[in-house]
């Protein structure tokens, strides 16, 4: 059995290798190259003593969780309320159904929407207001990475919920508790391993948008995500762009420890 197990396991091990840890290392060995292909160290030292790359990093993280929290606010009761509707796998359906559709075709259907003679501003013009610029705004920017990040939180937070033991909630409301005391000291605290997964599936691709700052956010927004694309697509400057690559992946290690499950007691049980 350990044997057929072992084989099984092979196209996996050989997937990791060749698509995850393969495509690691060449940006980590990149990072250490200039332009003409001389072993360097200057990249590093440029990202940590330039105003504009540590601008950059404290603007991807701070729209980062702007777009988290934004997502969170409304995915939570989003899928709490989903958990009490009758025909629950419907909406959750419904819900899913975006991320079928490629990225690129809705960030140009916003386009339309948000233009000057977009959607929005027509039913703007109905009420008497003028065409405002809505197109390349840091509101449309989190508008639309709010609504494409929306079912990667929802869907963890949802199967979070279902999970819950009935009967805790009833001897919640058994001992006294009324609503609200039974979400914050019952319900809440034990879907928290469903928020932490989903501030890990938004957060972390949140930190390297790079297409949605060019085409919504008409590069008004600046994250690390354009500063890779601009280095490996336009300045060729590949060692740059990798070792930006190096700092998203340590960022990314960095918030998988904060929001991972810590076993209790040195013991997982």
Avoid at 201 to 206: D, E, L, T
């Amino acid at each position: 059995m350990t044997k057929v197990r072992r084989i099984y396991a092979v196209p996996y091990v050989l997937w990791l290798l060749l698509f995850v840890l393969a495509p690691v290392l060449l940006i980590v060995y990149q990072s250490f190259f200039d332009m003409s292909g001389t072993f360097t160290l200057a990249n590093y030292q440029d990202y940590f003593s330039s105003g504009k790359y540590l601008t950059m990093t404290l603007n991807s993280i701070w729209y980062a969780f702007l777009i988290t929290f934004i997502t969170f606010i409304i995915s939570y009761p989003t899928a709490y309320y989903l958990t009490k509707l009758k025909h629950k796998d419907l909406w959750l359906l419904l819900i899913i159904l975006p991320t079928w559709i490629n990225l690129l075709l809705k960030a140009y259907a916003f386009i339309g929407i948000f233009g000057i003679n977009g959607s929005m501003n027509g039913f703007l013009s109905f009420f008497g207001i003028g065409a405002k610029q809505i197109l390349f705004t840091d509101v449309s920017f989190l508008t639309v990475a709010t609504y494409i990040e929306l079912p990667f939180m929802i869907i963890p937070i949802y199967n979070a919920l279902e999970e819950l033991n009935p009967s805790l909630i009833s001897a919640s409301k058994d001992l006294g508790a009324n609503q609200f005391e039974t979400f914050r000291r019952v319900i809440f605290p034990l879907s928290l391993n469903g928020v932490k997964s989903g501030v890990q599936a938004v957060f972390i691709p949140s930190l390297s948008l790079f297409m949605l700052t060019r085409l919504i956010g008409g590069n008004r927004v600046i994250t690390l995500g354009t500063a890779i694309e601009q280095h490996f697509l336009v300045t060729q400057n590949w060692g740059m762009g990798s070792t930006i690559g190096v700092i998203l992946i340590i960022a990314m290690f960095v918030v998988m420890s904060l929001t991972g499950e810590r076993a209790k007691g040195g013991q997982n049980k």
